[in-house]
């Protein structure tokens, strides 16, 4: 059994930042891909960034209001913690950020369905 804690969400104006983190349980994290996701009111739960355990690669999410160039997903395996630095926040990005553990495939996927793991969320208000 793995849980997630994810912290570090707010209210911030547009333009601002914030590092969200994510603690891990579980004697491999190390082994984890490790994903964020984002869900707005009304909204399906979307890809944002992964990081993989194996060779430490990173993905963003390519989606029209893209945040590759903006977030940043690492990992600190001595932690156990993931985190997702946001910069250059937009109103749009407002939405609860849920973190997520895959701990069963060798590269992570940008699905919902791959992670079995979840944390509980962290709300993300940017204001205009």
């Known amino acids: 059994q793995v849980q997630l804690v994810e912290s570090g969400g707010g209210l911030v104006q547009a333009g601002g930042s914030l590092r969200l983190s994510c603690a891990a349980s579980g004697r491999t994290f190390s082994r984890y891909n490790m994903a964020w996701f984002r869900q707005a009111p009304g909204k399906e739960r979307m890809f944002v960034a992964a990081?993989?355990?194996?060779?430490?690669?990173?993905?963003?999410?390519d989606y029209a209001d893209s945040v590759k160039g903006r977030f940043t997903i690492s990992r600190d395996n001595a932690k156990n913690t993931v985190y997702l630095q946001m910069n250059s926040l937009k109103p749009e990005d407002t939405a609860v950020y849920y973190c997520?553990?895959?701990?069963?495939?060798?590269?992570?996927?940008?699905?919902?369905?791959?992670?079995?793991?979840w944390g509980q969320g962290t709300q993300v208000t940017v204001s205009s």
């Open positions: 997520a553990a895959d701990t069963r495939s060798l590269l992570p996927t940008r699905l919902v369905r791959g992670y079995d793991y």
């Open positions: 990081h993989s355990w194996r060779g430490g690669s990173t993905y963003y999410a």
